[in-house]
């Protein structure tokens, strides 16, 4: 079981966790992204650099990832593409991506895309708080109790 991180967008809090419950749990973590990442020197942790492109790290992780792995991202296209694979997919809030909520998701991504490509100017993100960096803690810690059993 691995976890994969799409490390691009990845908050730097959000990285420190997942490192810290790997060294914790020995559970294999991977960062994939298209710039060089420092990460702990562990055995069960590495960075995977890709090369530069559009989505090149994406269609890495969708390529190596198996249903029995967890997907760390803010991308609603991976998540939706590795849930089909049968993997698991969590936000860095803490959000479960799920089957039944993907496609909502997807369309209303897609929606903000367009009304930002024909100009009409839309607020990003709120900043990760103190709760989401604790949801996500979480959320976590449960995923990796229900693989310990």
Do not use: Y
Not at 20 to 35: H, I, Y
Request: with cysteine.
């Amino acid at each position: 079981m691995t976890i994969w991180v799409d490390a691009d967008a990845c908050p730097k809090v959000i990285r420190e966790v997942l490192c810290r419950a790997a060294q914790r749990t020995g559970v294999e973590l991977v960062f994939v992204a298209n710039q060089l990442l420092t990460v702990p020197k562990a055995p069960n942790i590495r960075a995977l650099q890709v090369p530069k492109g559009f989505d090149v790290a994406d269609n890495e992780i969708a390529r190596r990832i198996e249903p029995i792995d967890l997907l760390i991202t803010g991308d609603i296209p991976l998540a939706a593409e590795v849930l089909s694979k049968g993997a698991q997919a969590l936000n860095w809030r803490g959000d479960a991506f799920s089957k039944e909520t993907i496609a909502a998701q997807l369309t209303m991504r897609d929606f903000m895309d367009n009304l930002r490509a024909s100009g009409v100017q839309t607020e990003g993100p709120p900043p990760l708080s103190q709760a989401d960096r604790q949801a996500f803690a979480h959320q976590l810690d449960i995923w990796l109790a229900k693989r310990a059993i």
